[in-house]
Nanobody, 116 residues
Framework: QVQLVESGGGLVQPGGSLRLSCAAS????????MGWYRQAPGKKRALVAD???????NYATSVKGRFAISRDNAKNTVYLQMNSLQPEDTAVYYC??????????WGQGTQVTVSS
């Protein structure tokens, strides 16, 4: 059974930084795209950033220049470095991995709260 385990969320002041990690456990292979989504209260889940197996990245406009996504294919792990965090970044952040043959997997979510 595949599980995605996220870590690194928490409470941070405006202007601060956090690094999220998401590691896949179990039998998972042929991961094509890894990504991070977020869902704020009362809003739909939305893409934050994703990264292809080859390293091509895609970011939501609101986080460009502040967030950086990276992945370690050997460890089936994806990271999200978040800098210059603002209150509007407050949300539950979800990890996502899309595979070539067995569909998509989601993490359980990690809370990020930006507040003074």
């Amino acid at each position: 059974q595949v599980q995605l385990v996220e870590s690194g969320g928490g409470l941070v002041q405006p202007g601060g930084s956090l690094r999220l990690s998401c590691a896949a456990s179990g039998s998972i292979s042929s991961i094509v795209v890894m990504g991070w989504y977020r869902q704020a209260p009362g809003k739909k889940r939305a893409l934050v950033a994703d990264i292809s197996r080859g390293g091509s990245t895609n970011y939501a406009t609101s986080v460009k220049g502040r967030f950086a996504i990276s992945r370690d294919n050997a460890k089936n792990t994806v990271y999200l470095q978040m800098n210059s965090l603002q209150p509007e970044d407050t949300a539950v952040y979800y990890c996502n991995m899309n595979t070539l043959f067995s569909g998509a997997y989601w993490g359980q979510g990690t809370q990020v709260t930006v507040s003074s």
